[in-house]
């Protein structure tokens, strides 16, 4: 059903449609321009880099959103992530995703420790981390200025041994293209 492929060149224009939504930048930290030629920009430095993976999330052969690990650190066995869910009519999966991205994070690339950093008022995605198992660390405050104010951060991580103590099940292996 949910399967995560490598972000191509051939997927910048849809994933700069999604990116540009209200609904998706809203509690992004930057805004950006709806530039095709600035995404190439990105994809091309990205694509280059060790501690950057991105992943175009499928769902049921439906490109739906964007999945990311963020500042891979493999000696220190952590990293970051991102998400979106840029088709509205699949928000829903915004919950169900995730795990999908912790089982590979934990079991696949051996790492010990994934973190968030979540924007004020975003309370959505400040309770399915707490479902998850994350524990929130601290709150950057006026950490980001956007619509004319600044908003706090929270900073949120999740071990492996808290996630495997909530989910005893192998149902969250997906499919992650390399």
């Not at 795990?99 to 690339?109: A, D, G, T």
Request: proline share 1%; charged share 25%; glycine share 8%.
């Amino acid at each position: 059903m949910l399967t995560f492929i490598k972000l191509r060149e051939e997927h910048l224009e849809q994933v700069l449609g999604w990116r540009t939504k209200e609904n998706v930048t809203k509690y992004m930290f930057s805004d950006i321009d709806y530039n095709l030629e600035h995404q190439k920009s990105w994809f091309h430095r990205i694509s280059q880099s060790e501690s950057e993976k991105y992943w175009v999330i499928s769902i049921k052969g439906t490109l739906v959103g964007l999945i990311s690990l963020n500042g891979i650190d493999f000696t220190h066995k952590r990293t970051s992530w991102g998400l979106y869910i840029g088709e509205e009519a699949y928000s829903m999966y915004g919950g169900i995703v995730p795990p999908y991205l912790y089982y590979h994070v934990f079991h696949e690339l051996g790492l010990h420790k994934i973190t968030a950093e979540v924007m004020e008022g975003n309370d959505n995605i400040m309770k399915i981390h707490k479902l998850h198992g994350y524990r929130e660390i601290g709150v950057y405050k006026d950490h980001i200025f956007k619509y004319g104010c600044f908003h706090d951060v929270h900073v949120m991580e999740l071990l492996k041994d808290t996630w495997a103590a909530k989910n005893k099940s192998k149902k969250y292996a997906g499919s992650f293209e390399a």
